[in-house]
């Protein structure tokens, strides 16, 4: 049912269907995305142990992703991406073959919670434009098969974990627009990746737009940006404010 123009609920008894391996409702590109499938996903859907793939991408539906879509056991490919869901982020999650999640562009909030960095067999993690805070936890280097990492606009802080390193297949690293600081790792240069965005993110130097190098030396006095006030990173790469010195006084860097 994919590339549709389907409208209304997906209705409950849809988890009847417990030989379904996969699912497909998604809404036409060039169709209006409010047009397409409404309300909440049916709780329902946890019947389909033998599910694995469920792709609800860009449809209307709200509401939380039930605690019983985190349990499908055998799932590949979990996409939920340009919809209105919100609420946090499970806790509870069970999806022990999941390869590729993607459920970008809703509405949560909370924090990256650290059972996805327990899911082992990802390849694809998606987690852009979903509200989402805090700091990236370092537990992120579990993902040893990760492929592809889109934290893009979020608000996340804190530093860009150095146990990214760890990750040896990633090719596309994508963390543009949040709030991250610190020095760019040296791990992160140590990747063969094909794509690197750190852009807006103005405490990092040089704003996170294209890193000129990785190494920490060379990043102490580059320019960073403090609520668009122009600042440098200092010697604990920490983005700050240079005193103004006044015509004929002596600068007092304390």
């Not at 391996?21 to 049916?42: K, Y």
């Not at 790792?185 to 993110?201: F, G, K």
Request: proline share 5%; aromatic share 4%.
């Amino acid at each position: 049912l994919q590339l549709n123009n389907i409208k209304g609920e997906l209705p409950k008894e849809i988890g009847d269907l417990d030989m379904l391996v996969s699912l497909f409702v998604n809404h036409e590109p060039t169709s209006d995305r409010n047009g397409g499938l409404s309300g909440i996903i049916p709780p329902e859907l946890g019947n389909l142990k033998n599910l694995k793939i469920l792709d609800l991408f860009r449809n209307d539906l709200t509401g939380n992703i039930p605690k019983e879509i985190w349990s499908l056991e055998n799932l590949l490919e979990l996409r939920l991406n340009e919809n209105n869901l919100s609420g946090e982020i499970s806790e509870d999650i069970s999806l022990k073959q999941i390869e590729s999640l993607n459920i970008g562009n809703n509405n949560f909030f909370g924090i990256i919670p650290d059972a996805i960095f327990e899911l082992k067999t990802l390849r694809n993690l998606s987690l852009f434009s979903t509200n989402l805070s805090g700091e990236i936890s370092k537990e992120i280097g579990n993902l040893t098969n990760l492929e592809s990492l889109y934290l893009l606009r979020n608000n996340l802080t804190g530093a860009i974990p150095l146990e990214i390193g760890n990750l040896k297949k990633l090719e596309i690293l994508n963390l543009s627009y949040n709030d991250l600081s610190g020095c760019i790792p040296n791990s992160i240069c140590n990747l063969s990746l094909r794509e690197i965005n750190l852009e807006s993110n103005s405490l990092l130097p040089w704003l996170g737009s294209s890193p000129e190098t990785c190494a920490k030396e060379e990043q102490i006095g580059a320019p960073c940006q403090i609520n668009g006030q122009d600042a440098i990173i200092n010697d604990n790469c920490e983005c700050e404010i240079q005193p103004q010195c006044k015509i004929g006084e002596a600068c007092d860097d304390n």
